[in-house]
């Protein structure tokens, strides 16, 4: 089976900074993109930020210039560090990740659990 297990969630002041991880296990050949989305209550899941196996990103215009994401590929690990978070960066954040199980399989996308993240203003 694969996991995606998230961690780094927790309770931030306005303008503080957060870092999140997201380790994948199990049993696996490949991964290409690996990302971060969010839910805030009430709204639907939105993309945070995404990093390809080969180093490219892509970011959400609410968080350009505020959060990097990057990921070990020896670790099978990505992480977002976040700064000057605002109020309305509170939410859910949920690591996914496409995922090879087999050589010449199809890519398929897991989902970690989530983490929650509150920003107090």
């Known amino acids: 089976q694969v996991q995606l297990v998230e961690s780094g969630g927790g309770l931030v002041q306005h303008g503080g900074s957060l870092t999140l991880s997201c380790t994948a296990s199990?049993?696996?050949?490949?991964?290409?993109?690996m990302g971060w989305y969010r839910q805030a209550p009430g709204k639907q899941r939105e993309l945070v930020a995404t990093?390809?196996?080969?180093?490219?990103?892509n970011y959400a215009d609410s968080v350009k210039g505020r959060f990097t994401i990057s990921r070990d590929n020896t670790k099978k690990m990505v992480y977002v560090q976040m700064n000057s978070l605002k109020p309305d960066d509170t939410a859910v954040y949920y690591c996914?990740?496409?995922?090879?199980?087999?050589?010449?399989?199809?890519?398929?996308?897991?989902w970690g659990k989530g983490t929650l993240v509150t920003v107090s203003s």
């Open positions: 990093i390809h196996n080969g180093g490219g990103t």
């Open positions: 199990g049993s696996f050949f490949n991964i290409n993109t």
């Open positions: 996914n990740a496409n995922i090879q199980r087999f050589i010449g399989g199809a890519f398929v996308g897991y």
